[in-house]
């Protein structure tokens, strides 16, 4: 393991043809994808690149779900949770289908009960 990467400094790296930078991991919300391009939607901005989401799941911890086979999102920035929508903190929402919502509620459960202080 690099001895300069840890948790708290995680990042997706961006790469396009008019920009290269990282995306903090700390401030995504959730990342989903639109046909071939990956949509990062972060506290900062979104960002926008060419990809594939199994890529860009390697750079993400156990903070992050996949509750879609187009869709990751990020259990530590849901504030609430109700009628297939999530809440995300800084006003965010996203709907998912009532399958997905269901699994992902059921994973959100574990993960309140596991990280509770």
């Known amino acids: ?64 779900y996949r509750c879609h086979k187009s869709c990751v999102i990020n259990l530590e920035k849901i504030v609430r949770m109700e009628d297939g929508t999530f809440f995300f903190s800084g006003g965010m929402t996203l709907r998912v289908g009532q399958n997905s919502y269901r699994q992902t509620r059921n994973h959100y459960i574990r993960f309140l009960e596991q990280n509770a202080r």
């Open 1 to 64: 393991m690099n001895s300069f990467v840890n948790e708290e400094e995680s990042f997706i790296p961006v790469i396009t043809r008019k920009e290269t930078t990282r995306a903090d991991t700390r401030e995504v919300f959730y990342i989903e994808t639109e046909l071939r391009i990956v949509n990062i939607y972060a506290e900062s901005r979104v960002y926008r690149f060419y990809g594939k989401l199994d890529e860009v799941m390697k750079y993400l911890n156990s903070n992050f």
